[in-house]
C-alpha cells in the first residue's frame, strides 16, 4: 500500500511538471513571455523595518488614524478608487495605489521615498509656481498619477495619509532629508530615444509582470494590481511626472524590474532611458487643463511632454530627446541648470 502511495505522488509531481513545460513552452513559442529569465518576477523578501511596521501601533485614535493611512496607501482603490459603493468617496480615476510608484509602503530608497517628506513642506513647486502644502502635494498626485479628483483638504482620508507620512518620517531630521529620496540619477544619453530598443526591452523585461499592451496583473477577484499598468485607461495621465522620460528613466533605472535596488541595478541607463521613452509614448488619459501648468515657463523639465514651452525645440524632442540642447539652451539664456 505504502508502494503505490509513492508511485501515485510521482506521477501527480511527473504530471504536475509536464503541465507546467508545456504551459512555458507555448508562452514562448507564441512570443508572450521572452526567454530572459532576468524579467521574472521576484518575490519581494523585502521586510519592512520594525520602524515602519504599523501592526506594532497600540489601538490608541492616533494609531488608528496611521494604520488607516498605511492601509489607504496600500490599497488606495480599495477606499477611494473608481469601483467603491460610497460614490462620495471616489476621489482616484484608477485602480492604482500609492505604492505602486512608492514603494515598499513609502519607505524604498530611491523610489521617491516619502521618509521625511512631511518635514519637507511648506514647498515651491514650479508647476503651481507657488509654495505649496504636503497636502496640495497629495492632491496634485490624486489628479495625476491616480487621474482622479482633489480630496478635500479636512477629510478624514486627507488626514489619514498625511499622519502615515509624518509617521515614517518621524526619525528623519528636522528638514526632511534623507537618503534616497527621490530618484537614481543616470547619465543621460546625448541621443533621441531609441523605440525600437525600448519596445525590445519592454518585451524582455517588462513583459511578463505589466503585460504585452501596458495593461498591469491585478490580484484574484481585486481592484488592486499585483504589478500595475503602465499605458492605458488604468493608469497614469499626461500631466503625471512619471510622464517624462527622464523621471521614468531614474524610476526604472533603481527599481526595476521588480526586485532591483539602487546597489543592483540591472538595466543600463541607455536602457532605462528607451524602455521610459517607449512606455510613454503609449495612449494614455489626458488630463485637461495642462496650459496651467508652470505659469513661469522657464520652471518646465526639460521632459514634460505637452506644451506651451519657453523655447523653438519641438513637441517631439521634449518628449523623446535629445535633451542636451534644451539643458543647454537655458543655461545659456537664462542661466537655469535644469536636471529634469
Not at 505649496?132 to 496634485?140: A, D, P, W
Not at 498591469?216 to 499598468?229: A, F, H, Q, T
Not at 523623446?320 to 543647454?328: D, E, S, Y
Amino acid at each position: 500500500m505504502e508502494d503505490i502511495q509513492k508511485i501515485f505522488i510521482g506521477i501527480k509531481v511527473i504530471c504536475s511538471a509536464l503541465i507546467l513545460l508545456i504551459i512555458i513552452t507555448f508562452s514562448i513559442y507564441t512570443g508572450l513571455v521572452p526567454i530572459n529569465f532576468t524579467s521574472l518576477p521576484t518575490v519581494d523578501l523585502h521586510e519592512i523595518k520594525s520602524e515602519y511596521d504599523v501592526s506594532l501601533l497600540d489601538e490608541s485614535p492616533k494609531s488608528k488614524l496611521v494604520k488607516y493611512g498605511f492601509e489607504l496607501f496600500q490599497n488606495t482603490p480599495n477606499y477611494i478608487g473608481p469601483n467603491i459603493y460610497d460614490s462620495t468617496k471616489i476621489f482616484s480615476g484608477n485602480n492604482l495605489a500609492c505604492s505602486n510608484c512608492h514603494l515598499w509602503a513609502g519607505t524604498k530608497p530611491f523610489s521617491a521615498s516619502l521618509v521625511g517628506v512631511v518635514k519637507r513642506f511648506p514647498q515651491y513647486r514650479s508647476r503651481e509656481h507657488k509654495l505649496g502644502t504636503i497636502k496640495e502635494r497629495i492632491n496634485g498626485c490624486m489628479e495625476r498619477s491616480m487621474n482622479g479628483s482633489m480630496m478635500p483638504l479636512d477629510s478624514y482620508e486627507m488626514k489619514a495619509l498625511v499622519n502615515y507620512l509624518k509617521w515614517i518620517g518621524r526619525n528623519s531630521p528636522k528638514e526632511g532629508e534623507v537618503f534616497g529620496q527621490g530618484f537614481m540619477k543616470i547619465n543621460l544619453p546625448n541621443r533621441a530615444v531609441n523605440l525600437e530598443n525600448g519596445r525590445e526591452i519592454y518585451k524582455v523585461q517588462c513583459v511578463l509582470c505589466h503585460g504585452s499592451k501596458g495593461e498591469g496583473i491585478k490580484e484574484m477577484e481585486s481592484n488592486l494590481y499585483l504589478y500595475p499598468p503602465l499605458w492605458g485607461p488604468d493608469s497614469y495621465n499626461n500631466g503625471a511626472g512619471m510622464s517624462r522620460v527622464i523621471t521614468a528613466a531614474q524610476f526604472i533605472k533603481g527599481n526595476m524590474p521588480y526586485g532591483v535596488t539602487y546597489e543592483s541595478p540591472i538595466l543600463s541607463d541607455e536602457d532605462a532611458y528607451d524602455v521610459a521613452g517607449y512606455i510613454n509614448q503609449q495612449e494614455r488619459p489626458i488630463k485637461i487643463n495642462l496650459q496651467f501648468d508652470f505659469p513661469d515657463l522657464n520652471g518646465k523639465p526639460v521632459s514634460t511632454p505637452y506644451p506651451p514651452y519657453n523655447d523653438e525645440f519641438s513637441l517631439k524632442q521634449h518628449q523623446l530627446g535629445p535633451f542636451q540642447p534644451i539643458i543647454a539652451y537655458y543655461k545659456q539664456k537664462f542661466n537655469l541648470v535644469k536636471k529634469k
